[in-house]
């Protein structure tokens, strides 16, 4: 009789996951490299034209989301990513390729479109093939395609932009994700069910963790019901601020550290990696200890208000010393990306299977909208002020925000005896 062996997914699945969100993690983030490296300049846009731009990504991706992780939920995540590395790979591609700003500025929008199924998806694909005891950290492995991405994607990118240009950039970066969609589809399964790799006493044994997982979880029928729930328009607002510090973080530094530095774009980049760095490490680390104790909330809050008090000082420190900048920066990147894993346990463990995944799809879109927020915003506020500081301000106070509103949030007497 076979041993149950439930070692090979995080061998599996997790490789698979990992790369697909860093692929779309690197297909929306290169627009700020780009941009660096003379793309608004060549294309006769302005800063308030330039911001927009970087934007728009963040429309197209918050509007789908409840839908299709529905689609996911119901019927396949497995395919739903596929046919979205097909059509963002195809759009990144295109922004090298197109020369007018309308035509752009609808790629953009059609980017987000297809990337908007994506991580949703690949939550609800979580749920299915790890426990409450693994589930933050096979959440911090997911999201390590968003810092991870920027680690190698700043020098990678930084070198390829200095020796090929930037629209080769975009072109070579976005065939690679329509290259990866046909080994997503070979790699991945929707289930253990359908796994062939794994034998029955494994898939017994983890049907039977899953299954007891959800009988503990309170009944809820439907969407309707769960958006009643007072923590689901909580999180919904949290993760609008912590996301519009995060994104307008991620495209507007390249910018900000070669405009202060005055160094060039290939070194601009290894600069830019290093706080990245030190989130991916941070959220190894946070995911495993929040697993080991079932504690959530405690290894969210105070980081995030660490990490907005670190950008706020590296605003202060600007006009003296870069050095000290730079060092507050590095916080700032990363203890803001060291709670993700587990943010996205709390849903799973606070809703059943039948609503999770989409209520991890509203949280999602709240943060696509702060996303848009903060990347446009922060951009407005460079072209009109010339300067970087009122931007890292405005998202120094969303993170400070977003961890009082995680501080404040008290589980309800039904969760509590789930």
Not at 155 to 169: C, N, P
Not at 213 to 230: K, T
């Amino acid at each position: 009789m076979n041993e149950p062996d439930l070692k090979q997914r995080w061998a599996r699945i997790l490789p698979a996951v990992f790369v697909t969100y860093s692929l779309a993690y690197l297909d929306r983030s290169n627009y700020g490299f780009g941009a660096a490296a003379g793309m608004a300049g060549e294309l006769h846009i302005s800063g308030q034209r330039s911001a927009l731009l970087g934007a728009l990504f963040f429309l197209g991706y918050m509007l789908p989301q409840i839908p299709g992780t529905a689609y996911a939920s119901r019927h396949s995540a497995r395919r739903l990513v596929f046919w979205a590395l097909l059509a963002w790979g195809s759009f990144a591609a295109l922004t090298g390729v197109i020369r007018n700003f309308w035509l752009l500025a609808a790629d953009r929008l059609l980017l987000g479109t297809a990337e908007s199924f994506v991580f949703p998806a690949m939550l609800v694909l979580l749920t299915r093939w790890f426990t409450k005891t693994e589930r933050s950290r096979a959440n911090a492995i997911l999201m390590l395609g968003n810092p991870g991405t920027i680690v190698w994607m700043s020098a990678a990118t930084g070198f390829l932009i200095h020796a090929a240009g930037w629209r080769t950039m975009f072109l070579l970066e976005g065939i690679v994700s329509v290259v990866w969609s046909f080994l997503w589809l070979v790699l991945v399964r929707d289930s253990p069910d359908e796994a062939e790799w794994m034998n029955d006493a494994s898939r017994a044994e983890l049907r039977r963790e899953l299954e007891g997982e959800q009988r503990a979880l309170p009944s809820v029928f439907d969407l309707h019901v769960a958006f009643r729930y007072p923590n689901v328009p909580r999180l919904c607002i949290q993760y609008f601020f912590w996301s519009l510090g995060v994104y307008g973080f991620v495209l507007w530094l390249p910018l900000t550290i070669g405009n202060a530095a005055g160094l060039p774009i290939y070194i601009t980049g290894l600069l830019t990696a290093v706080p990245y760095l030190f989130g991916a490490i941070l959220m190894l680390v946070v995911a495993h200890r929040s697993d080991r104790s079932r504690e959530r909330k405690r290894y969210i809050w105070p980081l995030l208000v660490l990490a907005g008090m670190a950008l706020g000082t590296s605003c202060f420190a600007a006009p003296h010393s870069f050095l000290w900048t730079y060092a507050f920066v590095l916080v700032a990147g990363g203890t803001m990306y060291a709670p993700y894993g587990p943010f996205f346990a709390i849903v799973p463990e606070m809703l059943p299977k039948n609503v999770a995944g989409q209520v991890m799809a509203l949280v999602n879109s709240c943060g696509a909208f702060g996303g848009f927020a903060g990347t446009y915003l922060v951009g407005l506020f460079q072209a009109w002020t010339g300067s970087a500081q009122a931007g890292f301000l405005l998202m120094s106070l969303s993170l400070v925000v977003s961890g009082i509103i995680i501080a404040g949030m008290r589980p309800l007497p039904r969760e509590v005896s789930a």
